[in-house]
């Protein structure tokens, strides 16, 4: 079945670009023209990567994503009209995938995108893990998907449970950025330390939010490991 992107930019004539090369390389496109009609895109239909403006009017692409990373892992590619380092490590930590600068090369896009799609793609299943992982007071169970933090129950991506659960299956262990990534790939990408750094912050964030406030501590110079979860 051909993949189906979502591209997302207030130029039409760049969506056509865009949509026109990635369906020449065998793939399924929409396109539409603010943050807005993004979102509900994709909640009509989850798209397996999101091409995404940065510069849109209205809502733009960083804001986007921020909404998007709160339930969703899909895939995003960031394109801007501008070429500052601010914009890059914004992007990445926001929880974009990779960066293209406009003007762009159609080609190049298309091969960016092709790349993130094979990291993406799902890996054979595992035998079902009916092991309960806990440390203090948080607990999560993998078969079931539940996370919780003193009963109080919390909603993970895929990948920030899967990051957690490493975290857990090796609570006094430093885990580099390599090791943390890995477990949430499976070992099978290589992605931007400061997009691990963003997921490491949403885990924080949600952590906090129901009364975690030391669950994942850094290491400076090495890594990071679980905090006491009291």
């Keep these: 079945m051909p993949h189906h992107i979502l591209v997302a930019d207030d130029d039409p004539h760049i969506r056509e670009v865009i949509c026109f090369a990635l369906e020449k390389a065998g793939m399924k496109t929409t396109g539409v023209a603010d943050g807005a009609a993004a979102l509900q895109a994709i909640g009509r239909r989850a798209p397996d990567l999101v091409v995404l403006d940065i510069g849109m009017p209205e809502m733009d692409g960083l804001e986007v994503c921020r909404r998007l990373r709160h339930t969703s892992d899909v895939p995003v590619l960031f394109l801007s009209a501008r070429d500052e380092e601010i914009d890059r490590i914004l992007g990445l930590e926001m929880g974009g995938d990779d960066y293209v600068t406009k003007p762009f090369s159609p080609r190049e896009l298309v091969a960016r995108v092709n790349v993130i799609l094979r990291r993406a793609r799902p890996v054979p299943?595992?035998?079902?893990?009916?092991?309960?992982?806990?440390?203090?007071?948080?607990?999560?169970?993998?078969?079931?998907?539940?996370?919780?933090?003193?009963?109080?129950?919390?909603?993970?991506?895929?990948?920030?449970?899967?990051?957690?659960?490493?975290?857990?299956?090796?609570?006094?262990?430093?885990?580099?950025?390599?090791?943390?990534?890995?477990?949430?790939?499976?070992?099978?990408?290589?992605?931007?330390?400061?997009?691990?750094?963003?997921?490491?912050?949403?885990?924080?964030?949600?952590?906090?939010?129901?009364?975690?406030?030391?669950?994942?501590?850094?290491?400076?110079?090495?890594?990071?490991?679980?905090?006491?979860?009291?």
């Design 125 to 230: 299943p595992e035998p079902a893990d009916d092991r309960q992982f806990s440390h203090g007071k948080l607990a999560l169970a993998p078969a079931s998907h539940a996370a919780s933090f003193d009963g109080k129950a919390l909603s993970l991506t895929g990948i920030e449970f899967s990051i957690l659960k490493g975290f857990l299956a090796r609570p006094a262990h430093v885990l580099d950025r390599d090791a943390v990534m890995a477990s949430a790939y499976a070992g099978n990408i290589h992605v931007a330390g400061r997009t691990v750094d963003s997921h490491i912050r949403n885990i924080r964030a949600k952590l906090a939010a129901v009364g975690c406030l030391d669950a994942i501590e850094t290491v400076h110079g090495v890594g990071f490991r679980l905090g006491r979860c009291g």
